[in-house]
């Protein structure tokens, strides 16, 4: 039981938000650049790799296999009760900025998690 509970606490610490989004139509002054365009930031991200902006707690990865852009940033996190959730850091990149469970002289759900994996 104890090996399900963690398994479970890891799984409700692990969920991300994720969003698809179709290739928009790129501005005359970036058309020669390739990639997929981003108009909330006005950006052109290159294909295959992570861009993490300063702005948010997220990551957008532009895929060459079909020109869509994912963005991904930080699901929502069951918080227990005696506990709060952190504020996001966005100081730090995707995921670690993401906001935590505190939990004042009590272990984490990771902390449970992770004790459940080493068992």
Not at 9 to 28: G, H, L, N, Q
Not at 36 to 50: E, F, G, T, W
């Amino acid at each position: 039981m104890l090996k399900l509970f963690g398994f479970l606490a890891f799984v409700s610490v692990s969920y991300a938000a994720v969003a698809i989004f179709p290739a928009e139509e790129k501005p005359v002054d970036l058309a020669n650049q390739e990639g997929c365009y981003i108009s909330k930031i006005y950006r052109v991200l290159p294909y295959d790799v992570n861009f993490y902006p300063n702005t948010d707690c997220a990551v957008y990865i532009c895929k060459s296999s079909n020109n869509q852009t994912l963005y991904e940033t930080c699901g929502v996190k069951a918080i227990r009760d005696g506990c709060r959730r952190s504020a996001i850091d966005n100081s730090k990149q995707y995921p670690d900025c993401c906001d935590q469970e505190v939990c004042d002289g009590a272990t984490t759900a990771a902390d449970e998690a992770q004790t459940a994996a080493a068992a």
